[in-house]
C-alpha cells in the first residue's frame, strides 16, 4: 500500500524512448524549478525591504534594510525618534519569524526541487510554499508595522499628539511631522523573480507530464 501511495504521488516515469524524442520538453520544467531554487537561496544574503524615513532634524532622511534575518542601517536613530510617539524598538518585531527565516527558505527551496521528481499535481502542491513566498514576507511584515503602530506607549513624550496608526508596508507614510517611504529591495525582487519562474515552469511540467499521467490512469491494472 505504501509502495502503491508513493507512487500515485511521484507519478509515472518518462520512458526512454519518449525521453530521447522529447527531451526539451522535459528538461524545461527542470531548468525553471532549479533556477527559482537558486535565486531564493541566493536572496537570503540580500536585503529584501528597504525603508526611508524623512524627519525634520534629519532633511538626508535615516534609511534601514531589512534582511531575512536582521535589520541594517540607521536602526538606533529610527528608534529614537519612534520613542517620542511610543513605539517599540524595531528589532522587537518578528524575532521569530528572523530566527527560523533562512532555514525556512533553504527549506521551501527544496521543496521546489523535489518537484523534479514529482510528475504528478502534486508538484504544484511542493511549489506553493515558494511561490507564495514574496506575499507572506510582505503580509508578515504589515502585521508587525499594523501591531506596533496601533499599540503605541501612552507614556511617550508626544503620544497625545499621535493617534494610533497603520503604516503601510509600500510606498509613503505620513506620521506627525515624519514621512516615509517603503520599497522592496533586491532580495524580495527576486523571491518575486523566481515566483514567476515556478508559475512558467509548473506550466511546462503540466505540459509535459499530463499526458503520462493521463496514459498511465488509462492503462489496465495487470499493465502496470
Not at 30 to 37: G, I, N, R, S, Y
Not at 180 to 195: K, N
Amino acid at each position: 500500500m505504501m509502495a502503491d501511495r508513493i507512487e500515485q504521488i511521484l507519478g509515472p516515469r518518462i520512458p526512454p524512448e519518449e525521453l530521447h524524442a522529447h527531451r526539451s520538453r522535459y528538461l524545461l520544467p527542470t531548468l525553471f524549478m532549479m533556477a527559482a531554487a537558486v535565486l531564493l537561496i541566493a536572496s537570503i544574503f540580500m536585503p529584501y525591504w528597504s525603508l526611508t524615513l524623512h524627519a525634520p532634524q534629519y532633511p538626508q532622511g535615516l534609511t534601514i534594510q531589512a534582511y531575512l534575518n536582521r535589520l541594517e542601517g540607521d536602526v538606533r536613530e529610527i528608534d529614537g525618534l519612534n520613542h517620542y510617539i511610543g513605539m517599540r524598538p524595531l528589532n522587537e518585531a518578528a524575532t521569530f519569524e528572523r530566527s527560523i527565516s533562512i532555514i525556512g527558505v533553504v527549506a521551501i527551496a527544496l521543496l521546489l526541487l523535489a518537484t523534479v521528481f514529482v510528475h504528478t499535481r502534486w508538484a504544484a502542491l511542493l511549489a506553493l510554499p515558494a511561490l507564495l513566498f514574496p506575499l507572506i514576507f510582505l503580509a508578515d511584515l504589515q502585521y508587525w508595522m499594523a501591531n506596533f503602530g496601533q499599540n503605541l506607549d501612552p507614556r511617550a513624550p508626544l503620544s497625545s499628539s499621535v493617534k494610533p496608526f497603520v503604516p503601510p508596508v509600500l510606498f509613503e507614510g505620513r506620521i506627525a511631522q515624519f514621512r516615509t517611504w517603503a520599497v522592496p529591495d533586491v532580495g524580495l525582487w527576486m523571491a518575486t523573480a523566481a515566483s514567476v519562474l515556478i508559475l512558467i515552469g509548473l506550466w511546462f511540467h503540466r505540459r509535459a507530464y499530463k499526458p503520462l499521467v493521463e496514459a498511465q490512469e488509462h492503462q489496465p491494472t495487470s499493465a502496470r
